[in-house]
């Protein structure tokens, strides 16, 4: 069964510096999703990203971030100066059409700002 | 604005034992909800969602909006089945899924 994958699965930086997430959407998926699990929080959705673009994002995606598909297959987040408080699991979900449909997540990037 | 409530942060149960993992919403349109399982060390994986009204691994919820809840429901709870349960909304015109913060289920042989 076709899983979404990313990469690295544990990233420690320090603080200021940038870092990329990788993801690997489900091939024959068009909706994808960047959502944080700050230790002990909630899930909180970041931003979800349709046809090349950015469709809807929270306020927790400010200008630090930001989203890309460089390719036919990845899909990335970027923060550009990182902060402690970007310490977190990131995930990544992909799903078929969008809407109310099944999100599929990704196993999850610890990152650990220092 | 869009909230999901789940009270219980840790519950343990007996082997064969009923459980119940409550989940509340807060949204004022027509709400889309699921049900994800996070097993130790792997993946948030669906595990139902009130739409297709399905049995998974024993697991059914049911939507009930008069009281806004979706609680998820195991007549004999397996030891198979300690995870870590969070109950998300999806609504109507927004790609996002508002999560709980989950509640974390131990079956005790």
């Known amino acids: 069964e076709p899983e979404v994958t990313q990469t690295p699965s544990h990233q420690v930086t320090q603080m200021g510096q940038e870092v990329i997430l990788r993801c690997v959407p489900i091939?024959?998926?068009?909706?994808f999703y960047w959502y944080r699990q700050i230790l002990g929080q909630k899930v909180e959705f970041l931003v979800s990203?349709?046809?090349?673009?950015?469709?809807?994002k929270s306020e927790i995606f400010d200008d630090q971030f930001s989203v890309e598909r460089p390719d036919g297959s990845n899909f990335t987040l970027k923060i550009r100066s990182t902060k402690l408080e970007d310490s977190a699991m990131y995930f990544c979900a992909s799903s078929a059409n969008g809407g109310r449909e099944t999100q599929y997540f990704g196993p999850g990037t610890r990152l650990l700002v220092l | 604005a869009q909230r999901v409530t789940q009270p219980e942060k840790l519950l343990s149960v007996f082997k064969g034992a009923p459980v119940e993992l409550k989940c509340n919403y807060s949204?004022?349109?027509?709400?889309?909800l699921f049900w994800y399982v996070q097993y130790s060390r792997q993946r948030l994986q669906l595990l139902l969602r009130h739409i297709s009204r399905e049995s998974i691994k024993g697991f059914t919820a049911d939507l009930n909006k008069g009281e806004t809840s979706f609680h998820l429901k195991k007549p004999f709870a397996q030891e198979e089945d300690s995870a870590m349960y969070y109950c998300?909304?999806?609504?109507?015109?927004?790609?996002?899924?508002?999560f709980g913060k989950g509640t974390k289920l131990t079956v005790n042989p």
């Open positions: 091939s024959n998926h068009l909706y």
């Open positions: 998300a909304l999806g609504q109507g015109g927004s790609e996002k899924l508002v």
């Open positions: 990203f349709y046809n090349n673009e950015i469709s809807e």
């Open positions: 949204y004022s349109g027509s709400p889309e």
